[in-house]
Nanobody, 121 residues
Framework: QVHVVESGGGLVQPGGSLRLSCAAS????????MGWYRQAPGKQREFVAD???????NYADFVKGRFTISRDNAKNTVSLQMNSLKPEDTAVYYC???????????????WGQGTQVTVSS
């Protein structure tokens, strides 16, 4: 009923930049928050950043001012601008959307398929 799709991944050299985008669509009443997680080979999925519909942002410590999350509530989209990328940023990046789909005010989590980000020289 709700689909979440990421785009923008690819191969980039250390120190480079990449912008990821995510769009939610389907039977959406409203979206409480959208965010990004990542998973490197052999590791658990970890939180990167998220943003509420009110514009409150949260970032993981490893961002260290390098990443910026933004949203367009009217279009149900969220973006992640990644600057000064490091090899350790290499991972599959997943978009998460906390979506209200019915009369209850709390949201349900929906996940995208993931987009590969590879940082290598």
């Amino acid at each position: 009923q709700v689909h979440v799709v990421e785009s923008g991944g690819g191969l980039v050299q250390p120190g480079g930049s990449l912008r990821l985008s995510c769009a939610a669509s389907g039977s959406i009443v409203s979206i409480n928050a959208m965010g990004w997680y990542r998973q490197a080979p052999g590791k658990q999925r970890e939180f990167v950043a998220d943003i509420t519909s009110g514009g409150i942002t949260n970032y993981a410590d490893f961002v260290k001012g390098r990443f910026t999350i933004s949203r367009d509530n009217a279009k149900n989209t969220v973006s992640l601008q990644m600057n000064s990328l490091k090899p350790e940023d290499t991972a599959v990046y997943y978009c998460n959307a906390e979506v209200v789909v019915g009369p209850n005010p709390w949201g349900h989590n929906f996940w995208g398929q993931g987009t590969q980000v590879t940082v290598s020289s």
